[in-house]
């Protein structure tokens, strides 16, 4: 069955941010404004050594000329959700959520795009097109990050990796979170035991178990709606984050989240970018979803089109945000200080060579 989906381009607060982004700034602001922050903070800190995890390229992806410092320069972060529990027990399992986030450092602003895991896309250590959740299995989060930048032709400076148990676990440290769930649902659970959960449609509140479900499962609607699902629940872990009887609970946030994350950015680095947590009232947010239609290849596999011109549209707008061409007007003079993107022939966006 086709499916058509278009991008949607919406202003948003912090609150509407994907799970993965929420947790990686609570790590390193969590204790900004509480009676016992620097104890937070030491924790966040170890946790975040603890998770450091380098990429086989190096810290410096090859479309930058030099490496980036978030406290001056424009970034880009790859967030990817897989599922390595312990039943599969896969080094590099498939990702089930990607989202790309850029950061323009003077405007205070970020763009974010999903990008539906089955997207029918060239994979450049493959040397072949397939479904972007299979990168990962193939080669780790760099072969991932690979894709991406060919997607966008954009730089992927830094991931944070984290396991589906953060969620469950994160929602569990906060006693369960109160969220709408908009049919009845039967779904599997974290190990895979078929129908383990139930829920019916209605407001209610849920524990880590049935908030994964109603995330991830697909089987209802679309994933498009998919998303939006996983956006409010987003909210939800927000708003129970952000009530003042949570506080004494961040550090069981933080030991969730620590646990079942691995990333190349250090404490510093999450520190630098805490005026886009504190300040969220001033800071702009656009979410940006890939247009396309869902199709049956000759394998006999779904697959997720995407539109050329969506991809084309996206592509452009995330390249403005990083600001990595020469803006037209600017002196040529000083072209070697006005961007830190390596635009040669090898870094071009490579297509499927069939």
Do not use: C
């Not at 709606?225 to 708003?239: D, P, V, W």
């Amino acid at each position: 069955m086709k499916e058509n989906r278009k991008m949607t381009r919406r202003k948003t607060s912090k609150r509407k941010l994907i799970l993965w982004f929420l947790l990686i700034f609570f790590l390193g602001t969590a204790g900004a404004a509480t009676g016992y922050g620097a104890y937070l903070t030491k924790k966040a800190e170890k946790v975040t050594q603890d998770a450091q995890k380098e990429l086989d390229r190096g810290q410096k992806s090859k479309k930058r000329k030099k490496v980036v410092d978030p406290n001056y320069d424009n970034i880009s972060i790859l967030f990817l959700g897989v599922d390595n529990s312990e039943k599969r027990n896969k080094e590099n399992p498939l990702s089930d959520a990607l989202v790309l986030a850029t950061l323009n450092e003077e405007e205070k602003s970020m763009k974010l795009v999903s990008i539906p895991r089955d997207s029918y896309v060239y994979l450049p250590t493959e040397g072949y097109k397939d479904k972007i959740t299979h990168a990962h299995a193939f080669g780790g989060v760099d072969a991932s990050i690979a894709a991406v930048e060919n997607m966008f032709n954009v730089p992927v400076d830094y991931y944070v990796r984290l396991n589906f148990n953060a969620f469950i676990e994160t929602v569990n440290s906060l006693n369960g979170i109160s969220a709408e769930v908009p049919f009845d649902l039967k779904e599997q659970n974290s190990n895979d035991v078929d129908n383990a959960i139930e829920l019916e449609k209605g407001y209610q509140k849920l524990n880590g178990e049935e908030a994964l479900a109603l995330a991830r499962t697909r089987k209802y609607d679309s994933d498009l709606e998919r998303g939006q699902r996983q956006m409010e629940l987003m909210k939800a872990i927000f708003n129970k984050a952000s009530n003042p009887s949570s506080i004494n609970k961040y550090g069981s946030v933080i030991d969730s989240i620590g646990s079942n994350m691995k990333t190349n950015m250090d404490f510093d680095e999450m520190m630098s970018l805490k005026e886009y947590v504190i300040n969220r009232n001033n800071i702009t947010f656009d979410t940006m979803q890939l247009e396309g239609e869902g199709q049956f290849l000759d394998d006999g596999l779904y697959y997720y089109m995407l539109e050329d011109d969506s991809l084309r549209n996206i592509r452009t707008s995330l390249q403005t945000h990083l600001d990595l061409y020469q803006s037209p007007g600017q002196n040529d003079d000083n072209s070697d200080d006005v961007s830190n993107y390596a635009d040669d022939d090898e870094n071009q966006t490579q297509e499927d060579p069939m």
